[in-house]
């Protein structure tokens, strides 16, 4: 399954995120260790949920990048 991760960049950190799994979260120093830790944090995020049981949340999520002019 491939989901849809959001990588923002803080003023300290990067951060990435998972929107069809709530909770799966990843902060990192660097883009890079943002990413390397989202890919483990969703493999984990994955082996709990079949752990307890629980359905795994199927890939909806889509994106597009937007351009703006000046406003």
């Known amino acids: 399954m491939r989901y849809l991760v959001v990588i923002e960049e803080g003023e300290s950190s990067w951060a990435a995120h998972v929107p069809d799994l709530p909770g799966c979260v990843a902060v990192g120093e660097s883009r890079e ?7 483990e ?31």
């Open 41 to 71: 944090a969703v493999e984990l995020h994955l082996e709990d949920l079949r752990a307890q049981g629980q359905p795994v949340p199927q890939a909806a999520s889509d994106g597009i990048f937007v351009e703006a002019g000046s406003a």
């Open 33 to 39: 260790e943002a990413v390397d830790l989202i890919h």
